[in-house]
């Protein structure tokens, strides 16, 4: 199976977390990014168990950007999130 791209996602009240570019409901949510990511692999490794490898085929997205366009600060990652790249709008 290839690698599954996750986005985890802060709101106010928490994190969601679903794997991009997959055609179904799997989510995953919690009070922390760590929590929230790691509700997410439960919840696809169910996903695989119950309907099979190929149920997590994606639409093959091959990179996301997102941009703030009205801003010249540095991007925010929520504290917890893992820091790998910062890039200005």
């Known amino acids: 199976m290839s690698s599954i791209k996750i986005i985890v996602e802060k709101h106010p009240d928490g ?6 570019g997959h055609k179904g409901v799997v989510v ?3 009070d922390s990014y760590e929590k ?3 509700d997410v692999k439960s919840a696809i490794r169910f996903h695989i168990e119950t ?3 190929d149920s997590m085929a994606s639409d093959s997205v091959l990179e ?9 600060e540095m991007t925010r990652f ?7 790249r910062v890039i200005r709008a």
């Open 64 to 72: 996301v950007f997102v941009a703030e366009g009205f801003s010249n």
């Open 36 to 38: 929230a990511f790691s």
């Open 15 to 20: 994190y969601v977390a679903y794997p991009l």
């Open 51 to 53: 309907f099979g490898p």
């Open 78 to 84: 929520p504290a917890d999130a893992p820091k790998t």
């Open 28 to 30: 995953g949510e919690g």
